[in-house]
Every structure is written in C-alpha cells, then in structure tokens.
C-alpha cells in the first residue's frame, strides 16, 4: 500500500504528454462498441448488413481486447486520462490484468452471442435493434471493467441496464414484460443504493477516483468506522442485487428465461459477474477494512446464495429457470472468494468468474439448441435426444460436468481454489458449502441430461421404445451458425480444464493486483504514489 | 442548512420506501422517481452547501480564495438526473404496456413468468 499522500501540483494538473499509442487500447473496447452500436442503430431497417456488421465488431472487440491484455501483461498497469486533466480530477481508464481479462472473456462471449444471433434472432428482432442493444450493452460491460472512477463505474453500470432492457423486452411477448418489470425496478433500486453509496463515499472524501480513495482510506486512523462501515453496507447490498446474491436474487429467476435465448444467454454471462467484478474492486481494492469488518456478513451470505442456488435449480422443470438459480449458485462461490478476501481466494472467485462467464452462456446457448430439437423447455415433454444428435449430447455433458465444478472441466480448479483457501482461512463452512452445491449442481443438472438425452422418450414413453416424431423446427439447426458459438465455448471449457496454468496465473495476477493496489495507485498517479 | 436538508432527504426517503412497497405497480414507480430525487439530494448535500458563493477562481489564481460552491457535485446530479429521468420514462411505458397486456397493475397477479400452479420436475422415468 501506497504510504504517503499524493501531492499534485495545482499548476501540472494537465496531462500534456501524448498519449502512447498502445495505450489507446484500454478506450478501445468502449470506442468500437459505442460507435459500431450508434451505426448498427442507424442501419437498423436493413437486416442483412446488421448481422454481418455487427459480428464483425464484436470480432474487433476481441481483437481490441485481447491486444490490451497483452499490453497489460508485457507493461504492467496502464492508464489513460480523459480530457488531459491528471487524476484525481479527470477521469481515468485504467487497465489491470483483472480488468483487461474480464473484458477479454466478456467480448468472447459477445461475440459467440453475435454469432448464435444471426441465425436465432428472426428479421423483426434485428430491426427492434438485438445488435445495437448488443453492441451497446458490451459499451457498458467494458467500461465498467475498465474504469478507475467510481462514479464512472456507475454510468456504465447504467448503460449496460438500458441496454439489457432494450434487449430483454425484444419480441415483446407477455411473458417479457412481466420479467422485465421485475428486472427493471429492482435494478433500479439496486442502483440508486449504489449512487446513495457513492454520494456519501464522496462526502467522505471530497474524490471518486478508485485509486485516491483507497489511498485515503489507508491513511484514515478508524477505517472501520460507523459512517464507512454504513457506506460498505450500502455497497454490498446494492452489488449483491445486480449479482443475484440471496437475499436480494428473486427478480433473476422470474425475468432469465423471459427473452430470446441468446439474450439470456448473454445476461447469464455477463451482468452478475459484474456486480461481482464491482465487489472485487470496491471491497477488496476500495475498502479492505471494511471487508475484514463485513466478512462473516458475506461469507454467510455466500453459504446460503450457494445452497438456495442449487436447491432451486433441483425444484425446476424449465430448462431455462433452471438455469437461471445455477447462475445464482455460481454467485455465491464468487462471494465466498470476496469474502475470505486472501489472494489465493481473489484469485479463486477470478477464476470462477472466468468460468461461469463461458459456462453460463455454453448451457444457455445449449438449451436454446435443446428446444429447436425437442421442441420444448419443459423437461417432462423432452427426450431421446440421444439419438438424434450424438456428439450434441457429448457436449452438453461437457458443459454438465463444467458448471458442476467436476474434473477436468474448467469448474474444477477454481473450486479447488476456493474451498482451499476457505479452509486455510479457517471458514469450513464456506468450504463444505462450496462442495454441498457442487454436489447438488450434478444432481440437477445431471437430471437434465438423464431426461432429455439419456431416456428413450418424453415422460410417458414406455421403455425401450423410440421417441415419438416431435413437432420441432430443425430448419436453424442445419447451418454453422448455432453450433459454431456452441463449439468455441466448449473447447475454452476444456483447454481451461486441462491446461489451467495460463489462467491460473492471470487471475493469481489479477488478484494480487487488487489485494495489493501499489501498481494499479502507481499507474493512476503516474509514478508518484 | 444541511440539518434542514438531511431531514428533507430522510422524509423523501421514507416516502419512497413506503410507496414502493406497495403493491400497486404506479405507486411504486412514483416511490421510484421520489427515491431518485432524494438520492440527488443527497450528492448534492454531500458537497458541502454554500450560499451564493459562485465557483468562479481569479485569473492569477490556482485556488479559489474564499470557500465556493463546489461543482462537482452540480454534474454528478446533472448526470444522475439524466439517466433516471430516461429510466423512469422507461419504466413508465413498461409499466403501461404491462398493465395493457396483463390486465392488471398489481404485482402480485403479475404471474405470467412465473406461474401459480408450477409443476414439480418429473420424478422418474
């Protein structure tokens, strides 16, 4: 930790150095996508090009990203200041290798989305504007990755809402507009608590900047004092809403499985995992103190986000909503990282993040594919898909095992991590939680598999005997574009299951980057802090 | 002056908490649009309230002389007043729509993503 103030001379509170040209990469995410989104908006009436052009965006995307996190990793921490006022008082972009991978990943599975979306997303779902809202929705994800200003890191948390809501109520069916109420008000709220946060975290400090903060609060004598300790509270509970964590995670279930599937495909993914990412950052990089102060708060928060998790996808028979409490039980195992707090943990729920981004999507992407086949969500009306497509149900077993935390799939070794640290920081429970609903996790989703793949037909079919010819519309299943997304995702499942090094040691990085912030405050300050 | 304005916000907070409570969905996008001003209030109060002092610096200067109003906290609000002015809006045609495909603005009949009578999963083959 940064131990002395920085001092900044009033007069050279300008940046008039040019900025490197690598360095315009950590704006590059947010540029692409703004622009390309305005331009997708203005073409929205011709269908054909929207597909092309924004599936060719979003591949710049993952250019764009993973050049910065090559920047990022060859020069440490970089920083970009808007409008060449020097922090504290400009904003700035900041990129660590947390942030840097986080966009990464988030543009990978936006770009999958992309791809699943041109065959899945019918003509009037692309005039309503599915690319632009995607495009747009990617605008808010990176910039609230890539920010290093807490107010900053509100508005992009706005952005990627209005986005989603653009996204969620396309198709306006009935059943849409009901989730989306719910969606949109409790967001809201969650929200708002987050700016009433903000606002007395300001007053506190008279600054916003991430990193001029966690240095003064460093420096504070009481750090666990009440009116920070309320501020931390206030966060947590307005992150554990836009994470789905219990109590606050009842709008997740009744709004996931409304929309189109690619856009629950990309919710799942995405939005809660950043609201864990903002945990991270404001508990563990912001307010250490009042981490260690809340930390039974959140651990136990963790324990029972785990266990309502997985004992609600056992209670569901829709595919989707089933789903929707894994994604809920995924939070909890990335809580319990925050709350033991210790690299290794950080590190642990990084790597989960990094998981459950990609699983979350694969299944979702997957079950869209269970339906075109089996004509259906509802697990009593499916079955038999065995037999009509082999290696499809490989690899939903694939993605079983994954998101089960099970060897050796990608959700094992940040399990392992996890529990490993939970236990060496003397919290069993967290540990024993951890495996309780992995445990859970392979029942329900086994479940799954057992019914649509394994028996011979939908319930009701007497054994032994085929399906009954079901009324499905295979037309989509036949071009690349399904299976495509389906398949990349699969092969990242299994190349971070069996080679986990390279992650291992990005989120290792990632976490000691924000358990120790001296190299993220040098960057901000530029060499002074 | 920030006494009378910290019980000001207090009063609109408890309003906004009380109206969204309820379960009729109008009421509770009017506690919605209460609970944002008084969240405006608070940033607002948050940078100290100064009175007719304008944040205005001489020109040899690098530091105001004497304590001015603070602007920073005028464009935090400005921001915060866009964005939930625009979801409000929002959230006001939803709600409409809603209420002209569901038939109803209470939440609790809102059930159509989340059925009364939902089956439990099959139990065996």
Redesign the interface.
Known sequence: MAGSSVSVDYSEAMATAPVASGDWLVIAPILITMLGGAVCLMLRKNTDIQAKMGIALLGLLVLASLGLLIRVLDHGVITMVMGSWLPPFGIALTADALGATLTLIGAIVAFCAGVYGASTVDNTGRRYGFYPFLLLLMTGVSGAFLTADIFNLYVWFEVLLISSYGLLVLGNDRIQLDGAVKYGVLNLVGTNLFLIATGLLYGIFGTLNMADIAIKVAELENPASGTLATVAALYFLAFAMKAAAFPVNFWLPASYHTPNIVVSAVFAGLLTKVGVYALIRVFVLILPESRIFMADVIGWVAIVTLLTGAIGALAQSEVRRLLGYLVIAGIGSMLAGVAVGSVLAVSGAIFYAVHSIIVMTALYMASGILNLMGGSYDLRKLGGLYQKNVAFAGVFLVLVFAVSGLPPFSGFWPKVILVDAAFQDGRAWLGAAILISGFLTTLAMGRVWIFAFWRGGPEGTPDGQTAPSVVADTSQLTGAAVWLPLGILTALIIYFGLQPEWMLELSTQGASGVVDPLGYVRSVFGGEG | METGVAILIGLFFAVAVYL?LSKQ?VR?LLG?AI??NA?NM??F???RLTREVPPLIPEHL??PEVATANP??QA?VL??IV??F??FA??LV??F??YQ??GTDE?NR?????PEN?????QG?
């Open positions: 969204m969905l509770m919605i609970l944002g969240v608070l940033i109060t948050n940078g690098y530091v920073l906290p935090l921001t915060a964005i939930s625009s979801f929002f959230l939803l709600a729509r809603a495909e569901l939440v809102m059930r159509v993503a989340e939902d089956q439990t999963p099959p083959y």
